[in-house]
């Protein structure tokens, strides 16, 4: 089993910043892919971001790019998500997700591990 462990979410104004974390525990972090999602009330959890095990590919859903980055510390076992100009679409639980597969990443029907989720609310 792989645990996740969210943390960085709160309240903050649109234009704003706020940087997530994510520390993973278990099995071997820098084997696997790891991505975020997020879900907002009544919506279907939707693809946001995922990084490759070694970081060398990133891929970002339309609406975040240029705004949001996704990295990762494979020392610390932590990837991150830095969201910068945020928007008040962007209000949701964001989750953070592990799979061996970075495929399997952008569906979040595929994906083996989630984190619990941390709210993040954007004002404006």
């Known amino acids: 089993q792989v645990q996740l462990v969210e943390s960085g979410g709160g309240l903050v104004q649109a234009g704003g910043s706020l940087r997530l974390s994510c520390a993973a525990s278990g099995r071997t972090f820098s084997s696997y892919a790891m991505a975020w999602f997020r879900q907002a009330p009544g919506k279907e959890r939707e693809f946001v971001a995922v990084i490759t095990w070694n970081g060398g590919s990133r891929f970002y859903t339309d609406s975040v790019k240029g705004r949001f980055t996704i990295s990762r510390d494979n020392a610390k076992r932590t990837v991150y998500l830095q969201m910068n100009s945020l928007k008040p679409e962007d209000t949701a639980v964001y989750y953070c997700?592990?799979?061996?597969?970075?495929?399997?990443?952008?569906?979040?029907?595929?994906?083996?591990?989630w984190g619990q989720g941390t709210q993040v609310t954007v004002s404006s």
């Open positions: 997700a592990a799979d061996l597969s970075p495929q399997d990443l952008r569906s979040s029907r595929l994906v083996d591990y």
